[in-house]
């Protein structure tokens, strides 16, 4: 498995190619020059696009478009499908006018928009119902298309319902009750209210002003008492003080997503998973990442290993002495951090006693809504952006996943905000979530074409030091993390660390997605999770029969990850020695706007 051999000619000639290759966007037959003026174009493009692929959009639209012409039987069947609609709609209408009538169709679970009992009397349960089942036939008309690729289905499938939800009767105070009701008891004040909101944050949109925040690092968030023991170009690394006179013999080593701050894992003090640990006897390191900027465009992933994952365990071995630390890796971080026990294994570096995932993927070929954004010709599209910049920028990154959670995080936001005079909630997961941090352009750049499009991890062809890395390689434990409602790293894609590696694997299932579920402190209303340990010789369990048959659990799933840590962490002693100290948590990158 670690023989390079092992891989075709034609893959090994792909890992290895250079950055100059990369940078020229697979066509070496072009001239550096006319390379630039493709991506200077592209990137004067995306400004106006979105950063959304127009030519990707287009072969979307012309694949489906193609076989739904070229298939007259389906035609037919949204033909009738419509006919059917309108008749039901029809019926409907009449029925309500007289009084309460049972809805022909009732929005999916998670959609929120229709839920007040206003919405139930004429002429608004008529407006909703007809929106409703032109979005059912919609959905019918984009899906199900013969011969159409499942990525392009999607696409196609996406795009109808960002449109659709655009014109929601919900969006207008016209045919909205709640604004309309809101607006009569305030006399109108909550339409002032709403233009003077609407025009802040246009003007933040132009001027590219980061919205203000609640709660700041170092004061509101991020204040565990700790201590900065390393510093590179790329991290600082935080060693948190003991709470307990005793601690476990092996530390505890936190790697975040570099795509946002660390304090996700260290908020406001009741919701902080780092309190939670140094409370229970464990030394905790974290490392925090740098924002960084055009003169880091040519910082490479394999500089996100080295120089964070790696330089950080050198330190806790050094500082320490312990023979033995567990990591911690969350989203991208438990990417990184995958590999990097991948690669340890591989070259006999037995340091790390276990490895916990948090709602980290390693096998991207079904990583969820994000995928919708990721094929060869948006990555491309994305690479001149990057390339002029140096970076990718953080409103780049925003705008996607706005896009994905758009009734929550785009309409119906517009609506509380605008319409119903009701402000933003100031909490230290909102103003964390607003704190962005940007992303180099050649990191970004092999992240996506080596683990998204390639799925060069799960494959075994992911390079480091020249050599591939394979998941089996790693027999320690892992403790994998997913969470049920998870639009980054779906629950099911998560648990696919159990058929990849050969070792013990306790997988844990939690309710929420893919922040809210994992800052789960023991006491937060309606938590639940499931878990159980699949040992390495055991048979394969699918998510579905998982999920069926083992017990679900009231709470918080903290607790149980605590207890699982403490049995990998080695008896009781007295802390390690004072480290050197660079200063105090939460350190200078963090606060690096």
Same mark, same amino acid.
Request: charged share 15%.
């Given at each position: 498995m670690n023989d390079p051999t092992d891989i075709p000619p034609s893959?090994?000639?792909?890992?290895? *190619?250079? %950055?100059?290759? /990369?940078?020229?966007?697979?066509?070496?037959?072009?001239?550096?020059?006319?390379?630039?003026?493709?991506?200077?174009?592209?990137? %004067?493009?995306?400004?106006?696009?979105?950063?959304?692929?127009?030519?990707?959009?287009?072969?979307?639209?012309?694949? %489906?478009?193609?076989?739904? +012409?070229?298939?007259?039987?389906?035609?037919?069947?949204?033909?009738?499908?419509?006919?059917?609609?309108?008749?039901?709609?029809?019926? @409907?209408? $009449?029925?309500?006018?007289?009084?309460?009538?049972?809805?022909?169709? #009732?929005?999916?679970?998670?959609?929120?928009?229709?839920?007040?009992? +206003?919405? =139930?009397? /004429?002429?608004?349960?008529?407006?909703?119902? $007809?929106?409703?089942? &032109?979005?059912?036939?919609? =959905?019918?008309? &984009?899906?199900?298309? #013969? $011969?159409?690729?499942?990525?392009?289905t999607d696409v196609v499938t996406f795009v109808a319902r960002q449109l659709l939800d655009g014109f929601a009767p919900s969006n207008f105070i016209a045919t909205n009750p709640m604004a309309q009701q809101v607006t009569l008891a305030s006399g109108g004040e909550n339409l002032l209210h709403g233009a003077v909101r609407a025009a802040g944050d246009l003007r933040r949109a132009v001027m590219g002003d980061a919205p203000a925040v609640a709660c700041r690092p170092g004061r509101e968030v991020a204040i565990t008492p700790g201590k900065v023991v390393m510093a590179n170009h790329l991290v600082e690394l935080i060693r948190y003080d003991p709470q307990t006179p005793q601690v476990h013999a092996v530390p505890l080593l936190i790697v975040p997503a570099w795509i946002m701050k660390y304090y996700i894992l260290d908020l406001s003090p009741q919701n902080s998973l780092v309190r939670y640990l140094v409370e229970r006897g464990h030394t905790v390191y974290m490392v925090s990442w740098k924002n960084p900027d055009a003169e880091d465009r040519e910082l490479s992933l394999e500089d996100y290993r080295r120089l964070g994952v790696m330089a950080a365990i050198d330190t806790i071995s050094a500082q320490t002495g312990a023979p033995r630390i567990n990591a911690c890796g969350y989203c991208l971080g438990g990417t990184l951090l995958a590999v990097a026990a991948a690669a340890m294994a591989r070259d006999g570096d037995e340091r790390l006693a276990g490895i916990t995932l948090l709602a980290a993927q390693v096998d991207f070929t079904e990583p969820g809504e994000l995928s919708l954004f990721i094929d060869d010709s948006q990555v491309a599209f994305l690479e001149a952006a990057m390339w002029q910049q140096g970076y990718l920028d953080t409103r780049q990154m925003a705008g996607a996943f706005q896009l994905l959670r758009s009734n929550d995080l785009i309409w119906s936001r517009r609506l509380r905000h605008y319409l119903l005079d009701i402000p933003d909630k100031d909490n230290d997961l909102a103003s964390w979530n607003a704190d962005a941090t940007r992303m180099p352009y050649r990191m970004h750049s092999e992240y996506l074409r080596k683990l998204f499009?390639?799925? *060069?991890?799960?494959?075994?062809?992911?390079?480091?030091?020249? =050599?591939?890395?394979?998941?089996?390689?790693?027999?320690?434990?892992?403790?994998?993390?997913?969470?049920?409602?998870?639009?980054v790293a779906p629950w #099911?894609?998560?648990?696919?660390?159990?058929?990849?590696?050969?070792?013990?694997?306790?997988? +844990? +299932?939690?309710? $929420?997605?893919?922040?809210?579920?994992?800052?789960?402190?023991?006491?937060?209303?309606?938590?639940? @999770?499931?878990i159980a340990t699949h040992g390495h010789d055991a048979p394969y369990v699918a998510p579905e029969t998982w999920q069926a048959v083992n017990e679900l659990h009231e709470g918080s799933w903290w607790p149980a990850w605590e207890a699982w840590l403490a049995r990998h962490a080695g008896p009781p002693g007295a802390p390690p020695a004072p480290a050197p100290s660079l200063g105090d948590a939460p350190g200078t990158y963090v606060l690096q706007p």
């Open positions: 893959e090994q000639l792909r890992e290895a *190619s250079t %950055w100059q290759a /990369w940078s020229r966007h697979s066509y070496p037959e072009a001239s550096v020059e006319h390379a630039q003026v493709d991506l200077a174009l592209n990137a %004067w493009l995306g400004r106006m696009t979105g950063y959304v692929s127009p030519a990707a959009l287009a072969a979307a639209w012309q694949d %489906w478009a193609t076989h739904l +012409l070229l298939s007259p039987a389906k035609q037919m069947e949204l033909g009738m499908q419509a006919l059917t609609g309108f008749e039901q709609w029809l019926r @409907y209408s $009449g029925a309500a006018m007289l009084g309460s009538v049972a809805e022909p169709v #009732r929005p999916l679970a998670q959609d929120k928009r229709f839920s007040d009992p +206003l919405w =139930h009397a /004429w002429p608004y349960n008529q407006l909703s119902q $007809g929106f409703l089942l &032109t979005q059912k036939w919609w =959905h019918r008309a &984009t899906s199900g298309v #013969r $011969g159409v690729s499942p990525h392009h499009l390639r799925n *060069s991890l799960a494959s075994a062809r992911y390079i480091v030091e020249g =050599h591939p890395v394979a998941l089996t390689d790693i027999h320690i434990p892992i403790f994998a993390v997913g969470t049920m409602t998870d639009h #099911r894609s998560v648990y696919k660390i159990i058929p990849l590696s050969d070792t013990e694997v306790t997988f +844990l +299932l939690t309710s $929420g997605g893919h922040n809210a579920g994992v800052v789960s402190p023991p006491g937060t209303h309606g938590r639940s @999770y499931q």
